[in-house]
């Protein structure tokens, strides 16, 4: 019988088989190869094994068998060798992503790697991937992050960037975080926004999905019983898989994936895959998530210790200040009463004493010295009572115009005057009214005298958010700022600006009242003194 097939004869020249091209010229002296690799799909062959089964042969039956149960192996371990290919591929990826989610505790960055993970060619290649977040203290599935192309243009150019770089994932992922990761969120907005259900809606697909937690693929979805037309339009596709992500039996989120582009079918083996994916990233989000939290609370808990700690030096100053204010107390009653006596019958005998008697200039210097003396015991006094303040709503006018009133004489025996402007209607301020008058008359006479031309005392006030502001300027001095708050210490001194407790005493009167006051010393132009009042109660911790 002559075959067709060259399948007989042991060498063959070039041209005698049809699937032999070039490359293959090892096969032209191999039968055994060439009968495995090109006669059992050879139509040659075929053609001779028909003829060969129409004879009485008894082995022609047999052959037939023999070669379509080859054919059928054959294929089927390409299909295998196919199939471990991919995994192959697979797992590759999977363990690529394993190693960021694993690591990371950024929710930003698990997020970049899990949806660049599932859009990109050398990943999942969806077209387009939207992260959902279930928020339990709101009760909310809400959407949170988007990426893709929402048109042909975009996706073309989006796959020329990548096919030109050629990054891997891990670099496609921080590129996206470090240059797209806004752009992207911003870009999705609208449909980000819609993208909120009520953890309690199980009616609706995607709460199906994930209170099953299995992934669900939605075909014909603007027909499909299940979901609802504002959800299918507000996607814009026919196809989309629904992905849960659980973690520990804790609803972390969702992925809603589609081709919304290319619009290639989903099949189960995508279904599998990016269930096999789900679960670290569950995982990883959960986790990230936690982190930020607990970063949160450790702040919450740091800023906690350090008002602890503030509240605890306070208590013990306010203790410190509170055995000096009773120190002093007592010291200055028992002063105050033999100083008023000797001051009184100073100033009786000054008043009985001619203006040619020689011991009146010694009178003079005992009821000046007195004077002096009832204003460091005032000041003592005062800082006693400063521990204890006593607030009530007050007006800001009153409380100035009695202030200059009370110091008018003084301030005209030092060759001063003053002015005071003020806006209509300024709120009441909550202050206790007899410190802030003491404040006001202090800083207004200090122990500062006049050095310029300019004498004058500018007093103003205004409102300015929760506040009323009291600014001072005294032209007549200027002083570096050091010395200016070397003063507000009590008992210090400078050679220029005095000692005693003056300004001293207001700054803690004032702290005690949790009331802003400043002193700045500006060159060329003096020293301006801030007072800010607050215009209502504050809150009790």
Same mark, same amino acid.
Request: hydrophobic share 40%; with cysteine; proline share 4%.
């Given at each position: ?61 047999? *052959? ?25 591929? /697979? ?11 694993? #690591?990371?505790?950024?929710? /930003? ?7 660049? $993970? ?17 928020? +339990? ?13 929402? %048109? ?7 796959? #020329? ?21 806004? $752009?992207?969120?911003?870009? *999705? ?25 299995? @992934? ?5 979805? *603007?027909?499909? @019983?299940? &979901? ?22 804790? +609803? ?84 105050? %009463? ?43 006094? %005062? ?12 007006? &800001? ?5 009695? $202030? ?19 806006? @209509? ?20 006479? #200090? ?21 009323? &502001? ?11 700022? $050091? ?5 507000? &210490?009590?008992?210090? /001194? ?22 802003? *006051?400043?002193?700045?010393?500006? @060159? ?14 504050? /809150?009790?911790?």
């Amino acid at each position: 019988m002559n075959w067709e097939c060259c399948w007989d004869r042991d060498v063959i020249e070039m041209g005698d088989c049809p699937n032999i091209h070039e490359g293959d010229e090892d096969l032209l002296v191999s039968k055994r190869r060439r009968v495995l690799e090109k006669c059992c799909d050879c139509e040659n062959l075929r053609r001779d094994l028909d003829r060969f089964s129409d004879s009485d042969h008894p082995l022609a039956p047999v *052959f037939n068998i023999v070669h379509s149960e080859f054919l059928r192996q054959k294929n089927q371990i390409h299909s295998l060798v196919s199939f471990l290919d991919s995994k192959t591929l /697979e797992i590759r990826f999977i363990h690529e992503l394993g190693v960021v989610l694993q #690591s990371s505790v950024d929710l /930003e960055e698990v997020l970049s790697v899990a949806l660049t $993970a599932i859009t990109a060619g050398k990943g999942f290649g969806m077209n387009r991937a939207f992260l959902l977040m279930a928020d +339990r203290e709101a009760g909310l599935l809400k959407g949170y992050l988007a990426i893709g192309p929402r %048109n042909l243009t975009e996706a073309s150019q989006t796959w #020329s960037e990548i096919l030109c770089n050629d990054m891997d994932l891990q670099t496609l992922a921080q590129n996206f975080r470090n240059n797209k990761l806004s $752009a992207e969120r911003a870009k *999705f907005h609208d449909i980000l926004e819609q993208l909120t259900v009520p953890l309690s809606e199980h009616d609706h697909i995607a709460i199906k999905a994930l209170d099953s937690k299995h @992934p669900i693929l939605v075909e014909d979805a *603007f027909h499909h @019983p299940e &979901v609802s037309p504002g959800f299918a339009a507000l996607l814009g596709v026919d196809s989309f898989l629904l992905m849960p992500l659980v973690s520990r039996n804790r +609803r972390v989120g969702l992925i809603i994936a589609d081709n919304c582009i290319t619009h290639r079918r989903i099949t189960d083996e995508d279904m599998h895959s990016l269930e096999t994916f789900s679960f670290p990233v569950a995982f990883a989000i959960e986790r990230a998530s936690l982190y930020d939290k607990l970063q949160i609370e450790l702040n919450r808990v740091t800023e906690a210790g350090k008002k602890l700690k503030e509240q605890q030096e306070l208590i013990v100053r306010m203790e410190n200040m509170a055995l000096v204010g009773r120190i002093t107390s007592t010291v200055a009653h028992s002063v105050r %009463n033999p100083l008023m006596i000797i001051g009184g019958f100073a100033r009786s005998m000054l008043k009985n004493s001619p203006a040619s008697d020689p011991k009146r200039d010694f009178i003079e210097s005992i009821v000046s010295e007195t004077q002096q003396l009832e204003v460091v015991l005032d000041e003592i006094l %005062n800082y006693s009572d400063s521990l204890y303040p006593t607030r009530d709503f007050w007006d &800001v006018n009153q409380l100035v115009e009695t $202030a200059l009133r009370d110091v008018s004489d003084v301030l005209i025996e030092r060759g001063y005057s003053s002015r005071y402007s003020s806006v @209509p209607d300024l709120p009441p301020v909550y202050i206790d009214f007899k410190q802030l008058s003491y404040c006001l008359r202090t800083v207004i006479l #200090s122990d500062i005298v006049g050095m310029g031309d300019d004498r004058t005392i500018a007093v103003s006030s205004q409102h300015s958010g929760d506040y009323v &502001v009291i600014r001072i300027v005294d032209h007549s001095r200027n002083v570096p700022q $050091a010395d200016l708050d070397h003063i507000m &210490v009590p008992f210090s /001194e400078t050679r220029e600006l005095g000692s005693g407790l003056g300004l001293a005493l207001c700054k803690t009167m004032l702290e005690k009242q949790n009331i802003p *006051f400043d002193a700045l010393a500006v @060159p060329e132009k003096g020293i301006i003194y801030t007072i800010k009042l607050p215009t209502h109660k504050e /809150e009790k911790q």
